[in-house]
């Protein structure tokens, strides 16, 4: 009987309009009224036929503002939630978003009052993705968790029910994508993707195709990500969606830009940003225009890069766009900085770090310090010049007090003079090297990714309301902290100490594969831990190394590391093995070369500095040897490291 009252509405629509365009009668609002008309006679609970109806008026506010008055004197409760929620998804799109929020809310009241829970749901999503559009994550994940639980007490053959759940799951991978948790993100919007499958939604499966492709590129699997972009592609050409197509063209471009690939990029921004115009979404244009500035900038037509990226960042400015202003204030820091503008680069540093600081409560000023570090150093490199400068004269004078004096005093305060100044040189470059050595190790140790992902950690805990998790692992994030800082200070400590120092910061980077690493320390018990003295966190590059480019790469199977001890009592010295079963060095070569961005890793170097500077006291050299480990079919088993010090 329902389904014979849905047909009877659809075919009443169909005729309505086909009358009043066969008459020619073009009248927009008389056909609005003839709509409305049929919808608030039959008032209808079915979104998919509200929405089909009304698809020529949901975009204009004062249609919806007319039917939403026309609903609610009619009692049609379901008619009044439909214009708010289309009223308050405009305004969102014009990132007008205490408005959006106010309509949303005033939707989800009347859901509530009318105990109608699709509506609900509906309007709880709504909600959400104003949050999430300006990063407030931790309240649109709430709302969408809601909307996803209340709509799962629904009858899932509801084609309505399946696609407010779709919404949820696709929301919810955003919010997780944003967070960094890509695994976490990739199963929601898979989720999603097969719920838009089931219904034969194509602009539904853009939509993921369009997402999982983000999570790709985020994995730096560029050509996958390109693949899912294209998807998207074709299915919004299918569709002639124009937002559709300016996302796409947006994510494209992006890998071009990755793969240096800058022209190519040009030629999708250009059409992206008349279209982002054309629909006047201002969110898609700041997007283009910052891709477009940044291909100029890799095509060295820096007056055309400045434009589009100032560009960008007045309409994210404009438009509290928190993410974008962020990434363009990075960006524009990164120009500055390869132009040698290290003022500008610092300012502009400063900006992206205020904004990054909105987004995610914290955020590591490791950059900002390298800027000031590079100011600092030149100051500093014109007074040693001076000295060595005011140093000569010294010299001269005494060169000419020696012809005045008998010639052995006058050869023996020379001596003297130039022995105090060698010394004296000597020791301002010691110190300076020691300086340069301390920066460069907490540079590598106190590494901004590491800090990043293992407060993003923390904070995801704190979110789901994990607080023991989140608890105990910031204890032992801020003791390791406390350990790197207290290093700078200290030049030895126990080999005891050591080992204690780097399963702490195993455990903490552990978080990051969820505890998938099996670590392990074998020492045996004729060692003398306290006895040993070596430099503070000389493991940690290796363990970095290991699980970096070692273990995160291996996608199947345990993923292994241990730290095992040895002594060579008649040697004298102590062999430290570090084992991991990844990928090996071949393998990690070639996938780093893959990527777009080529972090370049000091931190081994710096540790054969240290423990060369550190054995110097012992007349004895220091060991290291890295082994790449094969299978017997000659596969790749992973590395051994290899340090043996003297004690």
Not at 46 to 61: E, L, M, N, V
Not at 221 to 234: P, R, V
Not at 559 to 578: S, V
Request: hydrophobic letters at 35%; proline letters at 2%.
């Amino acid at each position: 009987m329902i389904r014979l009252k849905k047909y009877k509405l659809f075919i009443t629509l169909i005729l309505t309009v086909f009358v009043q365009t066969s008459y020619g009668q073009k009248d927009r609002k008389n056909t609005y009224d003839s709509i409305a008309k049929v919808i608030l006679n039959s008032k209808t609970t079915t979104f998919k036929t509200i929405d089909k109806a009304f698809r020529k008026y949901k975009r204009d506010t004062t249609y919806m503002k007319v039917f939403a008055k026309q609903s609610k004197n009619a009692n049609y409760f379901y008619g009044e939630v439909y214009a708010l929620n289309m009223m308050g998804k405009y305004y969102r799109n014009k990132a007008n978003y205490s408005k959006a929020e106010k309509l949303h809310n005033q939707a989800l009241q009347l859901a509530k009052k009318s105990k109608h829970i699709l509506s609900q749901v509906y309007s709880l999503n709504m909600l959400g993705v104003v949050y999430r559009r300006q990063d407030a994550v931790k309240i649109a994940l709430d709302y969408h968790f809601k909307a996803l639980d209340l709509a799962n007490t629904l009858d899932k053959s509801d084609r309505d029910v399946l696609k407010n759940i779709s919404i949820s799951e696709n929301s919810i991978g955003n919010i997780f994508n944003l967070l960094g948790k890509y695994n976490l993100s990739l199963k929601h919007y898979e989720n999603a993707l097969k719920i838009e499958e089931k219904l034969h939604n194509k602009l539904g499966m853009a939509i993921n195709y369009q997402n999982i492709g983000s999570i790709k590129e985020s994995q730096n699997d560029l050509e996958k990500a390109l693949i899912y972009y294209k998807k998207s592609l074709d299915l919004n050409e299918k569709i002639n969606s124009d937002i559709g197509r300016i996302i796409c063209y947006n994510s494209i471009g992006s890998i071009y830009l990755k793969q240096k690939k800058p022209q190519e990029a040009i030629e999708l921004m250009r059409p992206a940003i008349k279209l982002a115009e054309k629909v006047g979404d201002n969110f898609y244009k700041a997007m283009a225009s910052i891709n477009l500035g940044k291909a100029y900038a890799e095509i060295k037509k820096t007056k055309k890069a400045y434009q589009f990226l100032n560009e960008g960042l007045t309409l994210s400015l404009e438009n509290n766009y928190p993410s974008a202003t962020s990434e363009v204030y990075s960006y524009l820091s990164q120009l500055a900085e390869s132009n040698n503008d290290y003022k500008k680069a610092l300012f502009y540093t400063k900006k992206h770090s205020e904004y990054e600081n909105k987004i995610l409560n914290s955020k590591n000023q490791q950059y900002v310090n390298d800027l000031i570090i590079k100011i600092k150093s030149k100051e500093k490199n014109k007074e040693i010049q001076a000295l060595d400068e005011e140093n000569q004269v010294v010299k001269n004078k005494l060169d000419k007090k020696q012809k005045q004096v008998f010639f052995i005093i006058a050869l023996f305060v020379l001596l003297s003079v130039l022995g105090s100044i060698f010394y004296a040189q000597n020791k301002l470059n010691n110190e300076r090297k020691y300086v340069e050595l301390k920066q460069n190790l907490m540079r590598a140790q106190m590494n901004p990714h590491f800090i990043f992902n293992a407060l993003n950690s923390i904070k995801l805990y704190i979110i789901n309301n994990e607080k023991e998790q989140a608890v105990y692992y910031l204890n032992k994030f801020s003791k390791l902290m406390r350990i790197i800082l207290n290093s700078s200070r200290q030049k030895e400590i126990s080999l005891k100490e050591e080992i204690a120092n780097s399963k702490l910061y195993v455990q903490i980077e552990n978080i990051r594969f969820e505890n998938s690493v099996n670590f392990d320390v074998v020492i045996p018990d004729d060692i003398p831990l306290e006895n040993i003295k070596v430099p503070p966190l000389i493991l940690q590059p290796f363990l970095e190394n290991a699980i970096w480019h070692g273990l995160s790469l291996k996608k199947d199977g345990e993923k292994r590391l241990i730290i095992q001890l040895m002594n060579n009592t008649e040697a004298h010295y102590i062999t430290i093995l570090l084992i991991d079963n990844g990928v090996g060095r071949t393998k990690a070569m070639e996938l780093k070369k893959q990527r777009v961005h080529h972090k370049k890793s000091l931190g081994i170097q710096l540790t054969k500095d240290r423990l060369k500077a550190f054995m110097k006291e012992f007349g004895r050299n220091f060991e290291i040897s890295i082994i790449d480990l094969y299978n017997d079919d000659k596969s790749s088993n992973g590395t051994k490291v290899i340090i043996k010090i003297p004690y």
